[in-house]
């Protein structure tokens, strides 16, 4: 069908669509005013603060896009904070809203004023302190948090208290005050440009995706078998492993790459975890280096693909110089303590068919698992010279002993693994039932109900609970670009969010307007989410549900429609 641009019917882009005049279009905003009247226009927060007060009938704020500021108070300022009040300043005025939206009896909110316990914005981390305060009142309202951290988790919700078909007004907004705090400090997301190379400007749009999620830990699986993405070109011994083993030599993460996303992430407060993944998925290393992984095609399963399932040759001291300089060009660039270092899916019929490990195993009195082991330690050895911690796949702890009390265990090859991992005395995350790339887009229930703490055993103590760090929803990359990643991922990977953030996670039924209309906030943003309901969303226009419906008969009404009589969730 011909399609046409919208003329001047508002100051964004035009958008294509089937030939409409300005009138229609306002008979569209008229349209959604009935379907979104105004006892339903009630903030719906993603993810759910811990703690929010709102006094009934209490007077709508008005924000003057003329007048409106931010302000740091003494003591308080960083270039974090600053950037931030300046993103979430241009976010809340993007758009116009339509003005007979604005309701009569109002005041107005002129400034919103944030304090910040410690003026120290270094990096985040995993013992940051992401609490806040905030407080609504005319004409002033207030964002408090110890570090700014927190304030930067405080503007966002600040900026989704503004509801979607209004203009710059929080509704019943006078009087609110919110306490909020994270459930868990892990809440990550993964990506993985080691299937699909994913570039920096995609990498720092989904940092901005988890900020808006209050997601914290980028987990960038940065080797696998397919490819290694981080440039080599400076290395002295192994400068090959990323000029033979990237996708191409142009299709790594340079110095320079490495830090503009690190930076990125700070100003977001995202912690941007690496993984260099080891022992197995190594066939990369070895387009340029073949020594430093195992020989046994007899075992290989596909050898149209000989070195693909072919494991690190954990034998050769080579490797191990190799890992040190992958640490050493890599410690001060990605600052996080966290170092990832893979661990999953050892191959030991590969080490058991290959005549000098075998050899060296017999030498030494060790069967493939005791190997695995001694690797694993080395390995830990020099993730601690260069001043990191170890995090590993479940199997670090299934076939090796690494250091209890720093090393972080991910399961995600079943969670019932959970509770044996942490009675051992270990730290851990879940990721087993957060795999975004295998799931249904739009199929965010199954995310938002699973629990980590619903694994332990009945008998945990606050000692395990407490070692439970939280988890991470995984984007593996085999069969996803940056042309369908985002529907994949979101709002799926919201529903894991509120799950490590809240404390206070109750049903499906309270959550799913809240995420359909947050996923309309994303959509907002530039993001691609997928729709987990029958609505509409676009740049100035949100329909929450069909005209159908709103009308008892043969659709039953419920708590989703604005026509319904008891209390909306």
């Given amino acids: 069908k011909a399609t046409v641009s919208v003329l001047n019917c508002s100051r964004h882009p035009p958008i294509p669509m089937p030939s409409l005049r300005c009138a229609a279009s306002a008979a569209l905003f008229a349209a959604a005013a009935a379907q979104l009247p105004e006892e339903d226009d009630v903030m719906r927060l993603w993810p759910q603060p811990r703690h929010l007060v709102a ?27 600053a950037w931030n009040m300046d993103f979430y300043t241009k976010d809340i005025f993007a758009r116009a809203g339509t003005p007979n939206e604005r309701p009569g009896a109002s005041k107005p909110l002129a400034r919103l004023e944030i304090s910040v316990g410690s003026a120290a914005a270094g990096h985040p981390s995993l013992a940051m302190n992401e609490s806040y305060r905030l407080e609504l009142a005319s004409p002033v309202a207030k964002l408090t948090a110890p570090e700014v951290w927190g304030a930067v988790r405080g503007l966002e919700t600040f900026s989704q208290m503004l509801q ?4 710059y007004v929080i509704r019943h907004g006078d009087g609110v005050v919110v306490e909020d705090a994270p459930r868990f400090p892990w809440r990550g997301l993964l990506i993985d440009p080691a299937r699909h190379f994913i570039p920096v400007r995609e990498v720092k749009a989904t940092i901005d995706q988890m900020a808006q999620n209050k997601l914290n830990a980028l987990h960038w699986h940065l080797t696998d078998s397919e490819a290694f993405a981080i440039c080599t070109d400076t290395f002295t ?67 149209t693909r000989p070195r693909y399932f072919s494991p690190a040759d954990v034998t050769n001291e080579r490797l191990y110089a190799a890992i040190d300089e992958i640490l050493a060009h890599l410690e001060a660039l990605l600052p996080d303590a966290s170092w990832h270092v893979g661990g999953d899916e050892p191959h030991f019929d590969c080490w058991n068919a290959n005549a ?48 209890k009390g720093t090393t972080v265990v991910g399961v995600w090859n079943g969670n019932e693994k959970l509770a044996k991992v942490i009675a051992t005395g270990y730290r851990a995350i879940v990721s087993s039932n957060w795999y975004l790339d295998t799931s249904v887009a739009g199929e965010w229930e199954k995310f938002y109900t699973d ?70 906030r994303m959509v907002r943003r530039g993001v691609q989410a997928g729709p987990v309901s029958m609505d509409y969303c676009d740049a100035d226009l949100y329909v929450r549900m069909p005209n159908a419906f709103f009308h008892p008969g043969d659709f039953p009404a419920d708590k989703e429609t604005p026509n319904w009589n008891g209390h909306d969730p």
């Fill in 356 to 403: 000098n490990v075998t050899a060296y195993m017999k030498a030494r009195g060790l069967d493939a698992q005791g190997l695995y082991a001694a690797f694993l330690t080395r390995y830990q050895s020099l993730v601690k010279k260069h001043a990191k911690h170890l995090v590993g796949w479940v199997e670090i702890t299934e076939n090796g002993a690494p250091e």
């Fill in 164 to 167: 979607m078909n209004r203009a």
């Fill in 451 to 520: 629990d980590p703490m619903s694994y332990l055993a009945a008998n945990a103590t606050q000692a395990d609970r407490a070692r439970v760090l939280g988890g991470e929803a995984c984007m593996w990359g085999n069969h996803f670009t940056t042309e369908n990643t985002q529907p994949q991922t979101w709002p799926n990977a919201a529903a894991t969010a509120e799950q490590l953030w809240s404390a206070n996670i109750v049903s499906v039924p309270v959550a799913r307007t809240r995420i359909a209309q947050h996923r309309c």
């Fill in 237 to 303: 011994a192994f400068p090959l492993l990323s000029q033979r083993g990237a996708y191409a030599p142009a299709l790594c993460y340079s110095e320079a790459d490495l830090a503009a996303v690190v930076a990125y992430g700070r100003l977001r407060g995202v912690r941007v975890v690496p993984e260099v993944d080891l022992p197995a998925h190594m066939a990369s290393w070895a387009q340029g280096y073949p020594d430093l992984i195992t020989d046994c095609p007899a075992y290989n399963p596909q050898p």
């Fill in 55 to 81: 006094p009934p009938g209490a007077a709508h704020l008005v924000l003057d896009p003329a007048a409106f500021t931010m302000t740091a108070a003494a003591g308080g300022e960083s270039d974090v904070l």
